[in-house]
């Protein structure tokens, strides 16, 4: 007789119960995201950008492709949970956005691939002129240069020249010349700024110093310098010194003439970005050119009763805004400024609020998406950080609340505004400190401070005058307008020396790692970009990255991957270089990387280093409070007279570490780690972390498939066209 079972075998019930929970949290995630509804789209640049970073984070095109199945694998998931749950859409899209933009960078990398000289080599050849840029400040110009008739060299060069040397040269001629070049250098320290990566997408292959005369084809001189040169030599030669180059930089973009010590006493005030025409330069030409055409166009009785006055100043506003942006030389950030505030004029003049986020996400997947390798660089990162954070807190209820009008004695309303901006500055600081950190090392404490004059200074003061002073030249009554704006400007830098020399007015730490960096954002936009409760859940990443970059140790030893360079961490927290004589570009990148801001010593000088003119030996200790008998004695190699092998052999015997910037012998054995020529062209620079356990993190990768890592070479040593024999 047949039987049946009378109960549910303990295995189903199990799965029954996992189901009856994995139902329960979709719905509670539903329910979550039907509160969040309006927010979610949000999300889809954020999801564009991760494709973007995790192709430039992930080293092999193994790991790439990997990462396309788990997110083909994540798209057939968000399938299975349904199409109808906004958590199954949420994925679906999310997963493709995100291999959508790991695609596009790919692409866009694969698509500008030009080739790079494979070494330094000086060499003579003729050359079309593409764009030059006047440094006035340090004496220089920079060329932007296409060889001719070498098929041994780049297609594109960027060379630097002494100001004497290229006088008159302007962008379309051909020049003849000797240079140094060398293929872009990338990061010479652990998370120092990888100019070869951002040489790629410029389609630069190599870069140089020019030699000697420049020679010129017949005829050359004769054409006119473009009109963003000329705009910036008038705008120099009405306001002087660095004033003038600050001037400059308002209207045309060209920095080259600000003085290195004001420049860098802009950035370590938090006054940095009023230097590249952004968002705030482009709105304030946007608004005073359509202000100024509404009141034109509205004595037309005409247009004002037809309803025209409001889109043909919106018009005129836009036209404003291009033609600015053409003539600030169409840089990414400006094109992303002026992306931007054109979108506001198109929601302003169809009836939708204009300032929202969804602006903000719609102007962030415009720029990713014609150039997904601006999503690198800080520029596009601070940016849209600080919109963000404008927007979201202004979008905040609380903050709704306190800057709402109301019936108040004028001082009140006053304050009121001063406490908002003030609380804008503040909030904008926060958002910008990990990315600052990140990039640069250091970050300005009193920003928000020196923001609230600046900023009111430079939009309805300097910019104003600087137009009307240029508007009126046009007769001869500029001067007026130039001294109002050469004093304002004198008083905006001398604002910046003051709030940079202010005590504690910069922060400065070691390098940011990379993953406490990830959480520390995505935790900040988890904060930002929902509404509801659950935006709190962003603050444990967001403290836990920061947290990982606040303990994070300053390095005992710093080498460049060139090996010449070295700095050794002292025990009063200063660090001494090998190279007394190094240049200014080499102490900052190590000052920066070891996050300190005060200046570097001679190592030779140091009572316990010996150093001669071959080699130098001390003992190291870690910063982490390591006994002295517990220290690591380094060698360094730095000579280039010939040592016999057996005395370096026995020298390399008795260190821990030994490290030369050329080739050691076999016999040179050091107790734990020997390098050398060989072994830096594989990693790069080093940063030695001497504790109880000893690592060493290095700047590149055992293995990188990113195309400017491996890319074609040229060898540029076949001379077949000299400077005198130009081409035509």
Same mark, same amino acid.
């Given at each position: 007789?047949?039987?049946?079972?009378?109960?549910?075998?303990?295995?189903?019930?199990?799965?029954?119960?996992?189901?009856?929970?994995?139902?329960?949290?979709?719905?509670?995630?539903?329910?979550?995201?039907?509160?969040?509804?309006?927010?979610?789209?949000? !999300?889809?640049?954020?999801?564009?950008?991760?494709?973007?970073?995790?192709?430039?984070?992930?080293?092999?095109?193994?790991?790439?492709?990997?990462?396309?199945?788990? %997110?083909?694998?994540?798209?057939?998931?968000?399938?299975?949970?349904?199409?109808?749950?906004?958590?199954?859409?949420?994925?679906?899209?999310?997963?493709?956005?995100? @291999?959508?933009?790991?695609? %596009?960078? !790919?692409?866009?990398a694969l698509w500008v691939a030009a080739p790079v000289l494979a070494w330094p080599v000086t060499t003579e050849f003729s050359a079309g002129v593409e764009r030059v840029q006047p440094l006035p400040?340090?004496?220089?110009?920079?060329?932007?240069?296409?060889?001719? *008739?070498?098929?041994?060299?780049?297609?594109?060069?960027?060379?630097?020249?002494? #100001?004497?040397?290229?006088?008159?040269?302007?962008?379309?001629?051909?020049?003849?010349?000797?240079?140094?070049?060398?293929?872009?250098?990338?990061?010479?320290?652990?998370?120092?700024?990888?100019?070869?990566?951002?040489?790629?997408?410029?389609g630069i292959g190599g870069v140089g110093t020019i030699f000697g005369d420049i020679a010129s084809a017949k005829g050359a001189g004769a054409a006119e310098a473009p009109l963003r040169a000329r705009?910036?030599?008038?705008?120099?030669?009405?306001?002087?010194?660095?004033?003038?180059?600050?001037?400059?930089?308002?209207?045309? &973009?060209?920095?080259?003439?600000?003085?290195?010590?004001?420049?860098?006493?802009?950035?370590?005030?938090?006054?940095?970005?009023? %230097?590249?025409?952004?968002? +705030?330069?482009?709105?304030?030409?946007? &608004?005073?050119?359509?202000?100024?055409?509404?009141?034109?166009?509205?004595?037309?009785?005409?247009?004002?009763?037809?309803?025209?006055?409001?889109?043909? *100043?919106?018009?005129?506003?836009?036209?404003?805004?291009?033609?600015?942006?053409?003539?600030?030389?169409?840089?990414?950030?400006?094109?992303?400024?002026?992306?931007?505030?054109?979108?506001? +004029?198109?929601?302003?003049?169809?009836?939708?609020?204009?300032?929202?986020?969804?602006?903000?996400?719609? $102007?962030?997947?415009?720029?990713?998406?014609?150039?997904?390798?601006?999503?690198?660089?800080?520029?596009?990162?601070? #940016?849209?950080?600080?919109?963000?954070?404008?927007?979201?807190?202004?979008?905040?209820?609380?903050?709704?609340?306190?800057?709402?009008?109301?019936?108040?004695?004028?001082?009140?309303?006053?304050?009121?505004?001063?406490?908002?901006?003030? @609380?804008? $500055?503040?909030?904008?600081?926060?958002?910008?400190?990990?990315?600052?950190?990140?990039?640069?090392?250091?970050?300005?404490?009193?920003?928000?401070?020196?923001?609230?004059?600046?900023?009111?200074?430079?939009?309805?003061?300097?910019?104003?005058?600087?137009?009307?002073?240029?508007?009126?030249?046009?007769?001869?009554?500029? *001067?007026?307008?130039?001294?109002?704006?050469?004093?304002?400007?004198?008083?905006?830098?001398?604002?910046?020396?003051?709030?940079?020399?202010?005590?504690?007015?910069?922060?400065?730490?070691?390098?940011?790692?990379?993953? &406490?960096f990830a959480l520390t954002i995505g935790g900040g936009l988890w904060m930002l970009l929902w509404r509801s409760g659950w935006r709190w859940w962003g603050a444990g990443p967001l403290v836990l990255?920061?947290?990982?970059?606040?303990?994070?140790?300053?390095?005992?030893?710093?080498?460049?991957?060139?090996?010449?360079?070295?700095? *050794?961490?002292?025990?009063?927290?200063?660090?001494?270089?090998?190279?007394?004589?190094?240049?200014?570009?080499?102490?900052?990148?190590?000052?920066?990387?070891?996050?300190?801001?005060?200046?570097?010593?001679?190592?030779?000088?140091?009572?316990?280093?010996?150093?001669?003119?071959?080699?130098?030996?001390?003992?190291?200790? #870690?910063?982490? $409070?390591?006994?002295?008998?517990?220290?690591?004695?380094?060698?360094?190699?730095?000579?280039?007279?010939?040592?016999?092998?057996?005395?370096?052999?026995?020298?390399? @015997?008795?260190?821990?570490?030994?490290?030369?910037?050329?080739?050691?012998?076999?016999?040179?054995?050091?107790?734990?780690?020997?390098?050398?020529?060989?072994?830096?062209?594989?990693?790069?620079?080093?940063?030695?972390?001497? &504790?109880?356990?000893?690592?060493?993190?290095?700047?590149?990768?055992?293995?990188?498939?990113?195309?400017?890592?491996?890319?074609?070479?040229?060898?540029?040593?076949?001379?077949?066209?000299?400077?005198?024999?130009?081409?035509?």
């Open positions: 007789m047949a039987t049946r079972q009378l109960q549910t075998p303990i295995r189903a019930r199990a799965a029954q119960a996992r189901a009856r929970m994995v139902a329960r949290v979709l719905d509670a995630l539903e329910a979550r995201l039907e509160r969040e509804r309006e927010r979610i789209g949000l !999300w889809l640049p954020i999801a564009l950008g991760a494709g973007i970073t995790a192709w430039l984070a992930l080293p092999t095109r193994t790991a790439w492709i990997g990462l396309l199945l788990l %997110l083909g694998a994540g798209v057939c998931a968000g399938l299975l949970i349904g199409w109808r749950r906004r958590s199954g859409r949420m994925l679906v899209i999310g997963c493709a956005a995100m @291999a959508a933009g790991l695609l %596009l960078i !790919w692409g866009r400040a340090r004496g220089q110009i920079r060329l932007w240069l296409r060889p001719i *008739a070498r098929a041994d060299l780049p297609p594109r060069l960027r060379l630097t020249a002494r #100001s004497e040397q290229a006088v008159g040269i302007v962008a379309g001629e051909y020049i003849g010349l000797r240079a140094r070049l060398m293929p872009p250098p990338s990061a010479s320290l652990p998370g120092g700024y990888d100019f070869a990566q951002r040489a790629w997408f410029d705009l910036s030599a008038h705008i120099q030669g009405e306001v002087a010194g660095s004033a003038g180059g600050v001037a400059s930089a308002l209207v045309t &973009g060209d920095r080259g003439a600000i003085d290195e010590a004001d420049e860098e006493a802009m950035r370590r005030s938090g006054l940095a970005h009023l %230097l590249s025409i952004s968002g +705030l330069h482009v709105t304030a030409v946007v &608004g005073f050119a359509m202000f100024f055409a509404m009141r034109l166009l509205a004595l037309s009785r005409r247009l004002a009763l037809a309803g025209l006055v409001l889109p043909l *100043a919106a018009a005129a506003g836009a036209l404003a805004g291009g033609g600015y942006t053409l003539l600030a030389g169409a840089e990414v950030p400006t094109l992303r400024s002026f992306i931007a505030a054109t979108l506001v +004029l198109i929601a302003f003049l169809i009836g939708r609020e204009a300032l929202t986020l969804r602006l903000v996400a719609a $102007g962030a997947l415009i720029v990713m998406l014609f150039w997904p390798e601006a999503l690198a660089g800080p520029s596009f990162q601070l #940016s849209f950080a600080a919109v963000t954070a404008i927007i979201a807190l202004h979008e905040s209820a609380p903050m709704r609340a306190f800057l709402e009008r109301r019936d108040e004695a004028r001082i009140k309303r006053l304050g009121r505004g001063i406490a908002g901006l003030f @609380a804008t $500055g503040a909030v904008v600081e926060i958002a910008l400190t990990p990315i600052a950190l990140f990039h640069f090392h250091k970050a300005g404490l009193y920003g928000a401070l020196a923001n609230i004059i600046a900023i009111p200074l430079t939009t309805f003061v300097i910019m104003p005058a600087e137009a009307l002073a240029l508007l009126f030249d046009a007769a001869g009554l500029g *001067a007026p307008f130039w001294w109002v704006a050469e004093t304002a400007l004198n008083l905006l830098i001398m604002l910046a020396h003051g709030v940079a020399g202010a005590p504690g007015a910069v922060t400065t730490l070691p390098s940011f790692p990379p993953w &406490g990255g920061m947290g990982a970059l606040l303990l994070q140790p300053r390095p005992d030893l710093l080498v460049t991957g060139d090996g010449r360079h070295i700095a *050794a961490a002292q025990p009063d927290g200063s660090y001494a270089m090998l190279r007394a004589r190094a240049g200014d570009y080499v102490r900052s990148a190590m000052a920066e990387t070891a996050g300190i801001d005060t200046p570097l010593t001679a190592l030779a000088e140091l009572s316990h280093a010996e150093c001669n003119r071959d080699l130098c030996r001390w003992a190291q200790r #870690s910063g982490a $409070g390591e006994a002295a008998e517990n220290a690591r004695i380094i060698l360094v190699a730095h000579g280039r007279d010939r040592m016999e092998a057996e005395d370096m052999a026995a020298a390399c @015997a008795a260190a821990d570490v030994v490290i030369s910037e050329r080739w050691l012998p076999r016999s040179c054995r050091a107790r734990w780690l020997t390098i050398d020529r060989d072994s830096l062209a594989e990693t790069g620079g080093l940063l030695f972390y001497l &504790g109880a356990t000893p690592r060493v993190v290095a700047a590149h990768r055992v293995r990188d498939d990113h195309p400017w890592r491996n890319p074609q070479q040229l060898s540029g040593n076949d001379e077949a066209v000299p400077k005198a024999d130009l081409a035509p």
